[in-house]
């Protein structure tokens, strides 16, 4: 269960070098999806295909980003943000995956990196955030061991074009969701429903997660840091069978990562557990040394926790993972874990708010990896948001659950720092309103809210409490009275 714990009276301080900033990826904001040379990723297949994104959404125009580069960086400077986390889309830079890099790629992230620059923002890269070349797929996707080292040339070919001035590269964001969603439950692209196809997809994401650190190594002249993001699952265990449950999930879900990336193994139970789907030979020799990299930070991205218990068999199993339901399962080898629904208050994804979930994660990964600096990349809220209009006739988005939900992760994670752990940022997801995967337009993450039909942004009282927090450095208390009649509530039970 969630630790109470006190509401700080006085502002609490970030380190002085603190990253905060907020995150988007490619294909959530860019748009454009034909033009300049762009190729077809996964995503776009994926989306145009009927019954996979509510509403059949796509990412064709998204919040129009491309078009409107300019208005947003200097968007994110009246914001006050000091990093900003972007990913660049593999099929602008190579349309099919593979061979000669198109300029006009390259030049859009120019000019992004340039214009971060020019404003004291400083540039936090994802090579990989889950829009595959459908070029690559079509020979496989990630099941092919080649597209890790096609991967590792793409990394070369933007190291050598921004290789001298992004601060922060991150290989892929999220492989679980590559591998277990993609290729294990279908609910992401490409949509397929194999638990052996999954497993193979997790070595070959980790495998070109490290060739990618050493070709970026290899062409960077700047002195950038390396990392790779996570989604971890921090486990509720219920019931009897409950220690079992935990084990199985956290296997699967966490440490197929963070063993190899920072220990140069797979766990021995992950691969008995899983023995009835694969037997892992897809693993080479020497694999392992590639795949473990030193990492300058570790990427933590977290929502919500998840409870699990062992299945008695008998009841109607409950499968409230928090992912779409598509036919498939993104636990391989796990059929009789299930996934409870937990108590609330629950964001508009239905996922439940766990402040201190963050500060166990935090302090845990602290415990098991003691050296390794840790950086949150992705923390934040979809809420049902509305636009209303100011006399003025500018507009506003209240959003008093949203600054609750960030504000309280905020202090969880301050929490972890003041108990020794390395933690050298935070950046809130989303900066805007974006197209969320499976749920299309449906789910609003953003602290700055995009109107679709107009493409106005408008930033919500959220963005404006966070500017607040990234002008000063320090977290404010909860007003005692609010101007919005919001009463306020403190996090946790
Ligand atoms: C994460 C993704 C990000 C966004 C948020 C809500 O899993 O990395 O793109 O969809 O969830």
Redesign the pocket.
């Known amino acids: 269960m969630p630790t109470a714990w006190q509401e700080p009276s006085e502002p609490l301080a970030l380190p002085a070098h603190f990253l905060l900033g907020s995150a988007t ?1 490619a294909y ?1 904001i860019e748009g454009a999806a034909t033009e300049d040379g762009r190729g077809p990723s996964i995503w776009d297949t994926f989306s145009h295909t009927p019954g996979k994104t509510w509403n059949g959404d796509t990412g064709d125009v998204a919040a129009d980003h491309y078009h409107r580069l300019d208005e947003d960086l200097d968007l994110m400077a009246s914001l006050g943000l000091r990093a900003y986390r972007f990913s660049i889309a593999w099929s602008r830079i190579q349309p099919t995956g593979r061979g000669q890099a198109n300029p006009k790629g390259l030049d859009f992230y120019r000019r992004l990196v340039d214009g971060l620059l020019d404003r004291g923002i400083t540039p936090v890269a994802t090579l990989y ?1 889950w829009d595959l070349p459908q070029a690559l797929e079509d020979t496989g996707g990630w099941t092919n061991r080649t597209t890790a080292h096609a991967f590792a040339d793409y990394a070369r070919v933007v190291g050598e074009a921004l290789g001298d001035r992004i601060a922060v590269w991150t290989t892929l ?2 492989p679980w ?1 590559s591998a277990y969603l993609g290729y294990g439950s279908g609910a992401h692209a490409p949509g397929r429903t194999d638990g052996a196809a999954a497993l193979t997809a997790v070595h070959h994401l980790n495998l070109a997660h490290g060739l990618a650190v050493q070709q970026l190594k290899a062409v960077t002249t700047n002195t950038p840091q390396y990392s790779i993001t996570l ?1 971890f699952h921090v486990l509720r265990g219920r019931g009897a069978g409950a220690e079992e449950a935990v084990r199985r999930i956290d296997a699967l879900a966490n440490r197929s990562f963070t063993e190899p990336l920072l220990r140069g193994r797979y766990p021995e139970d992950l691969i008995e557990d899983t023995a009835a789907v694969t037997d892992w030979a897809f693993v080479q020799d020497g694999d392992l040394t590639q795949i473990h990299q030193p990492l300058d930070l570790l990427g933590v ?1 977290y ?1 919500a926790t998840t409870a699990v218990r062992l299945w008695d068999g008998e009841t109607p199993r409950q499968n409230h993972d928090g992912h779409k339901d598509m036919g498939g399962s993104p636990w391989p080898g796990s059929p009789h874990v299930e996934f409870l629904e937990q108590e609330g208050p629950h964001t508009a994804m239905g996922w439940n708010i766990d402040p201190a979930g963050l500060e166990e994660l935090l302090l845990d990964l602290h415990t098991r990896y003691p050296n390794q600096p840790l950086v949150i990349t ?1 923390n934040g809220a979809a809420f049902d948001d509305h636009l209303s209009a100011r006399p003025d006739g500018t507009y506003a988005v209240h959003d008093p659950e949203r600054i609750d939900y960030l504000r309280s992760h905020l202090f969880a994670a301050h929490r972890a720092l003041a108990a020794g752990v390395d933690l050298r940022g935070y950046f809130v ?1 989303s900066l805007m309103d974006n197209f ?2 499976g749920y299309g337009y449906s789910k609003r ?1 953003g602290i700055v809210h995009v109107d679709y039909a107009t493409q106005r942004r408008t930033p919500k009282d959220s963005a404006l409490w966070y500017r607040d927090l990234a002008l000063t450095g320090s977290i404010p208390p909860l007003p005692t009275e609010r101007t919005d009649g919001h009463a306020g509530r403190a996090p946790g039970p």
């Open positions: 990826a959530q955030h964001n999220e969701c989604n991205n929502y992705e997801w969320e995967w993450f």
